[in-house]
T-cell receptor, first 112, second 112 residues
């Protein structure tokens, strides 16, 4: 069975600082991995995905994530935080029958 | 392009009343469809998923049910709402093999 662990339910950074949101996964097969973002009172939007091609994946809004098989990690980064990045972020791994397993989410706060 | 609709956007219902939430997808055929619930401050809970018309799998036993009367229509129902049914309900679709989840805008349900 697949699982995802997001380390840190809340992360706070200053505007312009590095953003690092951590995600570790467990999967019995080569994984498909995703990061989604959710703004208040909205649905989730896909930020980026790893589907066994390049290990460094670039997404929207300047975010990127690196798949590290040896560490079973898929951490999300952005070099310079913007106020508009404040949101909740979910890591997910594809499971059986099309279902995805989501992490509990990390709320990102950006301080001016 | 693909679009997913959910309605209503917000709903306030008394305990014991019935519920019907509707989700429709445009621009894709034979998608996998999903209903999720987010309780306040918590992650995503998968309630139901469907791989085809009339094919529904329930993830969590509860007083909710789902139906898929048409290929791109997914309905979440209840005969009698409980206080614990309050939350943010999200519909999503995906197609194989990646099964990236595409979410609707959500329905905020408050049961009083």
């Amino acid at each position: 069975a697949q699982s995802v662990t997001q380390l840190g339910s809340h992360v706070s950074v200053s505007e312009g600082a590095l953003v690092l949101l951590r995600c570790n996964y467990s999967s019995s097969v080569p994984p498909y991995l995703f990061w989604y973002v959710q703004y208040p009172n909205q649905g989730l939007q896909l930020l980026l995905k790893y589907t066994s091609a390049a290990t460094l994946v670039k997404g929207i809004n300047g975010f990127e994530a690196e798949f590290k098989k040896s560490e079973t990690s898929f951490h999300l980064t952005k070099p310079s935080a913007h106020m508009s990045d404040a949101a909740e972020y979910f890591c997910a791994v594809k499971g059986n029958a099309g279902k995805s397993t989501f992490g509990d989410g990390t709320t990102l706060t950006v301080k001016p | 392009s693909q679009t997913i609709h959910q309605w209503p956007a917000t709903l306030v219902q008394p305990v014991g009343s019935p519920l019907s939430l509707e989700c429709t997808v445009e621009g894709t055929s034979n998608p996998n469809l999903y209903w999720y619930r987010q309780a306040a401050g918590r992650g995503l809970q998968l309630l139901f998923y469907s791989v085809g018309i009339g094919q529904i799998s329930s993830e969590v036993p509860q007083n909710l049910s789902a139906s898929r009367p048409q290929d791109r229509q997914f309905i979440l129902s209840s005969k009698k709402l409980l206080l614990s049914d309050s939350g943010f309900y999200l519909c999503a679709w995906s197609v194989e093999p990646e099964d990236t989840q595409y979410f609707g805008p959500g329905t905020r349900l408050t049961v009083l």
